[in-house]
């Protein structure tokens, strides 16, 4: 006697998208299956919107089915068992598939969220319309390169985060949330993005620079992350103390900091200090810049007038503002011209004072000139001084024989360089020794 099929009703529960199958077992005395049983099925009732619920046959109950609903779908099918045995008969059950949503989420704010590195994002509320879903969301791993501050998973609420931007870029992070169906039988959604854009700040360190007087100082500040951040794009305005050394505000944007300043009333190094800020697009900064300015040498063409065989001393004085000596000025020099002067050399070894010993080998004026070459520290100028150098006479002892009651004549004559009478040398004397000799007298 071949057996007759003897079903129950069930209850299958899947995921949008997913397939069921049903090949129902022997479990007698309830459930009996007889081998080789073979199922036809049809749609009994199906809820509104659920796609995919097909009649068919076979040994094993099948379909694959899309709940595009944000709630709980349901199918029933209609089967009817067939056994194999001839005139063992049939059966009717039915079998009922739920069909669990693919959950969406929505976010508030909806994002996405723009902020400047240091600012603190706003919490992120994450709701689904399917009742009863849980929302994990995680952000990328690893984390840019560069962000701190950023947290990486957590349930239903994205919570407020201060992040930190330490390139000169902007980072764009991206957390994913997927909800899943709740009770006993879990439903993933798909993963959607929530997007934050932090901006770079700028972060600009205090620096110094030193020129000299007249020169241009230029500060471009470069990205040197960490410790120093610079946008692309970064701009700068800036204040300074009004009229010195020729620093001037500006306050139209520029891409580098840069001005022309004097130093033309001292002969120290003076200074101004640069407020700047810094527009990164995003955020400014403030950053400070001292620039030194250091004096140049000016010092005027001199004249000095000297006697044979003494030595020339000239120490530019500061004089400001027709003559400025920097403190510390050194000076080398080469001679220009020289005539019957000696004494007189090159020197190529930085001196604080031009001097020299110089001698006229010549009965009558004669000069020399040097070229000087100052060295401010900052700066060169060069000058000239020329040196009028007098002669000195050099007569030498002389003897003359007369006869008595006559007299003697002595003009001495330039004979250089053994003996050099200048022009208009004159001449007095005493006497010395006298013997038996009379008419002598002494001339003053």
Known sequence: MNPKP?????VKTICSGSSFSVTPTNQQPNQIVPFGTTYTWTVSSVSAGLIGGFSGSGGTIIGTLSNPSDTVETIIYDVIAIGSGV????DTFQITVNVNPSPRVTFSPSGPQTICSGDTTTTVMITSFTPGATIPWNSINPLPSGLSGALQNGVNVIPSQTLINNTNLSITLVDSAQAITGGGFSCPGTKTPYVFVINPKPKILDTVRAICSGDTFRVTPANVQPSQIVPNGTTYTWTAGANQLGATNQNTPQSTISQTLSNSGSNLTDSVTYTVYADGGCAKDTFLIKVYVSPKPKILDTVRTICSGDTLRVTPANVQPSQIVPVGTTYTWIISAAGNITGQSGQSTPQSTISQPLVNNSNVLDSVT??????????????????????????LDTVRTICSGDTFRVTPANVQPSQIVPAGTNY?????TAGNITGQSGQS
């Open 370 to 395: 040097y070229t000087v070459y100052a060295n401010g520290g900052c700066a060169k100028d060069t000058f000239l001084i020329k040196v009028y150098v007098n002669p000195k006479p050099k007569i």
């Open 428 to 432: 007095t004397w005493v006497i010395s």
């Open 6 to 10: 003897r079903m129950q009703d069930s």
């Open 87 to 90: 005139g063992c008969g049939r």
